[in-house]
């Protein structure tokens, strides 16, 4: 099938795997946030601009914002939908969106958006997403399909915040792009949180925003603040620079 006759929106099954379940039998957050990311890949390969593509020209895909909001976490052994679907393109900025259902299309366990940018992998500059195959991105916009949450925030947050903890960075931390991966930070941010506070709570809203690229060896310095009742706000620097923000996050709970 040519790549011009393949549907705009994309969709993959997975089945929620036991080792990527926590103590209470449901779906780390960091692994719902794999799936989207996975199925994301999948859908650019397909369509003929994905990562591997990229690499050739010595350019790949960035997250730069990744909102995440779950009804439901899926519990071990069940299977999912991930659908996603890219929403808008413009030269510097291309924003993507995932639904995660039942197989059937019944039960939503969480919604997904997310912006992205495409970067020189020499220079790690910004470069233009349209001047890739004449623009086939634009082919496959599809502005009609439903993702009924709002869009990834910038996070802002002030720099008078309690210091949480330092987090070395290693082997495990980064991906093929060179730099800690984007779903590490989720799990760094989520760890910040005890046994016994996920005991009673669910996370029901992650909203991340990267600034900046760290790299193995790193260390972070992660700081925290309680800003509502269950709803946080994360702050990531290096500590060899800590003027410079590496990601800021916001994270929402409901009780059980």
Excluded at 51 to 76: D, G, Q, Y
Excluded at 79 to 88: G, L, S
Excluded at 223 to 229: I, P
Aim: proline share 4%.
């Amino acid at each position: 099938m040519e790549n011009s006759q393949l549907p705009r929106v994309g969709r993959y099954d997975f089945q929620i795997e036991p080792f990527h379940c926590d103590f209470t039998n449901r779906l780390f957050p960091g692994h719902l946030g794999n799936g989207m990311l996975n199925a994301a890949d999948y859908h650019s390969t397909e369509r003929g601009y994905g990562v591997a593509e990229l690499n050739v020209s010595h350019k790949t895909w960035v997250l730069s914002r990744f909102a995440i909001e779950i009804l439901e976490m899926p519990f071990a052994y069940d299977k999912v939908a991930v659908k996603t679907w890219v929403e808008a393109a413009k030269k510097f900025f291309t924003s993507r969106n995932f639904t995660v259902t039942s197989p059937d299309g019944q039960k939503a366990y969480a919604y997904g958006k997310s912006i992205w940018a495409m970067i020189d992998t020499n220079t790690r500059q910004p470069t233009d997403i349209l001047s890739i195959k004449n623009g086939i991105i634009l082919n496959y916009i599809e502005s009609e399909e439903s993702c009924p949450i709002v869009a990834p925030s910038r996070v802002v947050i002030g720099h008078d915040m309690p210091f949480a903890r330092k987090v070395d960075t290693h082997y495990n931390d980064v991906d093929i792009n060179g730099h800690v991966n984007s779903v590490r930070y989720i799990d760094h941010i989520l760890d910040l949180f005890s046994l016994v506070y996920y005991r009673t709570h669910q996370l029901r809203r992650i909203d991340i925003a990267y600034i900046a690229e760290a790299h193995a060896g790193d260390q972070l310095l992660l700081f925290k603040k309680e800003v509502e009742a269950d709803e946080f706000v994360v702050r990531i620097v290096r500590e060899e620079d800590k003027e410079i923000e590496i990601v800021r996050c916001k994270v929402k709970f409901v009780k059980d």
